[in-house]
């Protein structure tokens, strides 16, 4: 199979929107939104089942047949005793922020919670950091934070991030500041900033005599399409 390498910084591809979300911060890569969803997701694994039962949950579904004699029924009283809280509720949410025209943040959140004027995000499918401190620090943590008061009218003091860890029933409370936004805004430009000034290219598979591909990208004039057609004998 043959292969022809986009640069999407030199061609008309520089315009298609960029997405950040905290792995692609880590790893300083934009993604397209395609490649923002998980792959290749293992049913049979206990933390996907868990996820699976915390958002029937949220639809109001029964799931006391599922969970009686299933390891994560503990899981599941652990959990529901904070999302059990009075307010509005948001589950397995998106939240975004254009930072430009062509570069947008966005992060999914397990559980959001809105309560006299407070917002506390939940997460429930990190593993226990050893040190919190590298949780305090982690970009999945400054993205999730900096983006709650941009998409709910609510003071950053009045924000925070609860991590659950519903297999040694443990927490992490991790809250938030306008100094913080601030140093977030600057951090996250500044990764955003060097990623998108790097030439980003991918592989894309090119069939055997598919000439209508390589002549768009070279931008093969009209005449030349119509040279390239070959003759048919009736």
């Excluded at 509720?89 to 943040?105: A, C, F, G, H, P």
């Excluded at 506390?120 to 950091?129: C, E, G």
């Amino acid at each position: 199979m043959n292969y022809v390498i986009r640069s999407y910084q030199n061609n008309r591809y520089e315009r298609m929107n960029q997405y950040f979300n905290s792995d692609a911060l880590k790893n300083k890569i934009p993604k397209h939104i395609g490649q923002i969803m998980p792959n290749n997701i293992d049913i049979s694994d206990i933390n996907f089942q868990f996820n699976t039962v915390m958002k029937q949950l949220s639809f109001g579904m029964s799931v006391d047949s599922f969970i009686a004699e299933h390891p994560i029924k503990e899981w599941v009283e652990f959990t529901s005793t904070y999302t059990n809280t009075q307010g509005n509720k948001y589950y397995n949410i998106d939240l975004s922020y254009q930072y430009s025209n062509e570069v947008y943040l966005i992060e999914n959140y397990d559980f959001i919670i809105i309560n006299n004027n407070s917002v506390t995000a939940f997460d429930w499918s990190t593993s226990k950091a050893q040190d919190t401190k590298w949780l305090e620090n982690a970009w999945k943590t400054k993205l999730r934070l900096f983006l709650l008061p941009e998409n709910f009218a609510i003071k950053c003091e009045n924000i925070s991030l609860l991590y659950l860890f519903p297999n040694s029933k443990e927490t992490c409370q991790i809250w938030y500041s306008l100094k913080q936004h601030k140093a977030n805004f600057k951090t996250i430009g500044s990764t955003v900033n060097s990623a998108i000034s790097k030439p980003v290219t991918e592989k894309i598979p090119v069939m055997e005599n598919q000439y209508y591909h390589t002549a768009w990208l070279t931008e093969t004039s009209v005449k030349e399409d119509f040279d390239a057609i070959p003759e048919i004998q009736l």
